[in-house]
């Protein structure tokens, strides 16, 4: 099993859509939770880290579950420029970061 | 400059070449990193250098070799590669030791390496 799981995707979205997605994690020791965003031939860059509380940062909504080993992403009133791949990362308690995949999200006009 | 700088950003050498990747940060990190990204693969942990000391080696093979002069940089020095090394190669940095559990990395924008 991969120590973290994603829905490779795409998602095909209209604009103002909602979008959610979601990754797994396997170790149940895992401490610490982030998005990642990456756009085409471009590096990864934090989107935001998730807390055990969820939190919000405008129209993306990060939550986590611990007891299923899921966090979650969802991204309110799509816009054009939300088109991305984005990477669900986690803080396994080595020392480095594990990356999913990635799910891509394509927001249509 | 501001960030994480890699240098150079696009590299095809064949499988007898010496060459090296540098990567530079300006932010006044602790630790610094490796990362391989093939097509449709997670990012893959290469090395990561904590204070200039390296912490972690993960399963990399002796055709990749790094080196961490001082703490604002980084190089991958590569020797008799093969066709499937071809991927991009992440540096990232980030404020504190890998230890630290909250913390971000920042990465910079990759030398996209092809092996012939």
């Known amino acids: 099993r991969k120590e973290v799981e994603q829905d490779p995707g795409p998602f095909n979205v209209p604009e103002g859509a909602t979008v959610a997605f979601n990754c797994t994690y396997s170790?149940?020791?895992?401490?610490?939770f982030f998005w990642y965003r990456q756009d085409c031939r471009k590096e990864p860059k934090l989107l935001m880290s998730?807390?055990?509380s969820g939190n919000e940062d405008g129209r993306f909504t990060a939550q986590l579950n611990r007891a299923s080993q899921y966090i979650s992403l969802l991204i309110r009133d799509s816009k054009l420029s939300d088109s991305a791949t984005y990477l669900c990362?986690?803080?396994?308690?080595?020392?480095?970061?594990?990356f999913g995949s990635g799910t891509r999200l394509q927001v249509q006009p | 400059e501001t960030g994480v700088t890699q240098t150079p950003r696009h590299l095809v050498m064949g499988m007898t070449n010496k060459k090296s990747l540098k990567c530079e940060q300006h932010?006044?990190?602790?630790?610094m990193y490796w990362y391989k990204q093939s097509a449709k693969k997670p990012l893959e942990l290469m090395f990561v250098?904590?204070?200039?000391?390296?912490?972690e080696n993960n399963s990399v093979p002796s055709r990749f070799s790094p080196e961490c002069p001082n703490s604002s940089h980084l190089f991958l020095h590569l020797h008799t590669l093969q066709p499937e090394d071809s991927a991009l190669y992440l540096c990232?940095?980030?404020?504190?030791?890998?230890?630290?559990?909250?913390?971000?990395?920042?990465f910079g924008p990759g030398t996209r390496l092809t092996v012939l």
């Open positions: 990232a940095s980030s404020p504190h030791g890998p230890l630290q559990l909250q913390y971000e990395q920042f």
């Open positions: 170790n149940s020791a895992s401490q610490s």
């Open positions: 998730v807390y055990s």
């Open positions: 990362v986690v803080n396994t308690g080595r020392r480095a970061l594990t």
């Open positions: 932010l006044g990190h602790n630790a």
């Open positions: 250098y904590s204070l200039e000391e390296r912490v």
